[in-house]
Nanobody
């Protein structure tokens, strides 16, 4: 049974950094795409970043490009999201997800069928 578990959220001030982690278990993910999404109160779930689990390019939302970086720890079967220069608009619950989206739909949350429980990130001004 595939399980994804996010960690690393917290309350920080604008300009600070956080590193989120997504631990994956219960399957092999080589052929999958893994993504980070976020959802703020009253808003729809929003794409943050994605990449193939096995490697290749990483794609970022325009709102986080240059500030967020995705990396993978192969030994730990984990994916990380390094978030720098956080702004209040980054406040949301952050989720990692795994799926097999077609190339044109990697930013669509409906294309992902395994989700973690989410971790809260709160950025204060």
């Amino acid at each position: 049974q595939v399980q994804l578990a996010e960690s690393g959220g917290g309350v920080v001030q604008a300009g600070d950094s956080l590193r989120l982690s997504c631990a994956a278990s219960g399957g092999t993910f080589g052929g999958y795409t893994v993504a980070w999404f976020r959802q703020a109160p009253g808003k729809e779930r929003e794409f943050v970043a994605s990449r193939r689990w096995s490697g290749g390019n990483t794609y970022y939302a325009e709102s986080v490009k240059g500030r967020f970086t995705v990396s993978k720890d192969g030994a730990m079967n984990a994916l990380h999201l390094q978030m720098n220069n956080l702004v209040t608009e980054d406040t949301a619950v952050y989720y990692c997800a795994v799926g097999r989206p077609i190339a044109s739909a990697t930013r669509d949350p409906q294309m992902y069928y395994y989700w973690g429980q989410g971790t809260q990130v709160t950025v204060s001004s």
